[in-house]
């Protein structure tokens, strides 16, 4: 679900290789509305567990994104049908539940605290999912991520045309993922049948400037304008790794290989 977006689709694409996939949009393109295997969807208006039931999926994965109470509602929906059936949910979450934590990176078993709406909303929808017998939930935490047709990518793209300038956060420590190495990443464990929680980032971390300014020079477009913004004088951490429930070594990466990676 959400299969016009950019992880989701870009998920769709991958996994469409290998297994029989349909996915869900809410844009009036025409590419989506012409294909038999896509399905309109809104989260605020449609019955998520309709959809669901017609289509009898084996696995759903939600890369859903729309205004938070629908979303919540959406995703008490799908489980109701999970109660229901032998299907598997994977939840595509983000660092956003650890963004209260500035001074560690955070592991897969830490408690999640998050200042943002964003992460609180998703904080909220991970909990109802736990609730669920563990073999029915695979949830994976999610840094940011690039790659082509990324929308950071399209925004450092559409500044330096534009000479303005591109925000950069010299105090924040992040690790990263790409489109293409996050599909892999998923398609291992939907072969292995994996569930509970899994961090899918880079095994190391970088400074947010440091990263984004190699992104530019790889990009070369030109001479870009940084404006830096610091929300404290220390370092402060949002970074999903691993320890629990590690990836194979051939699944790991290094935040510069997510650099060079399709730029």
Avoid: W
Avoid at 171 to 180: E, G
Avoid at 209 to 237: A, H, M, S, W
Wanted: hydrophobic share 35%.
């Amino acid at each position: 679900m959400g299969a016009s977006g950019f992880i989701g689709g870009s998920l769709f694409r991958e996994l469409s290789r290998f297994y029989d996939c349909h996915g869900t949009y809410c844009t009036q393109d025409l590419a989506y509305s012409n294909n038999k295997r896509f399905y309109h969807f809104n989260v605020e208006e449609d019955d998520a567990f309709e959809l669901i039931h017609n289509l009898q999926p084996q696995l759903i994965i939600s890369a859903l994104r729309g205004p938070f109470n629908a979303l919540i509602t959406t995703h008490q929906h799908i489980s109701e049908y999970l109660f229901q059936s032998h299907c598997k949910l994977i939840f595509m979450s983000s660092a956003n539940v650890f963004d209260a934590y500035s001074k560690y990176p955070s592991y897969e078993l830490d408690k999640t605290l998050s200042e943002s709406v964003y992460g609180r909303f998703q904080i909220k929808i991970e909990n109802a999912l736990l609730r669920l017998p563990k073999e029915k939930v695979l949830l994976c935490r999610l840094p940011m991520v690039f790659g082509q047709g990324a929308p950071r990518i399209k925004e450092i793209r559409q500044a330096i045309i534009e000479k303005t300038a591109i925000e950069v956060f010299p105090n924040l420590i992040v690790n990263v993922n790409t489109q293409d190495k996050l599909c892999t990443q998923l398609l291992y464990l939907i072969n292995q049948n994996a569930h509970g929680i899994y961090h899918l980032g880079s095994e190391d971390l970088v400074p947010h400037e440091e990263f984004i300014q190699e992104l530019v020079r790889k990009l070369r477009l030109g001479n870009p304008v940084y404006k830096r913004i610091y929300t404290t004088n220390e370092d402060r951490y949002l970074a999903v790794l691993a320890k629990e429930n590690p990836l194979p070594a051939a699944q790991n990466f290094c935040y510069q290989d997510c650099v060079n990676d399709h730029f």
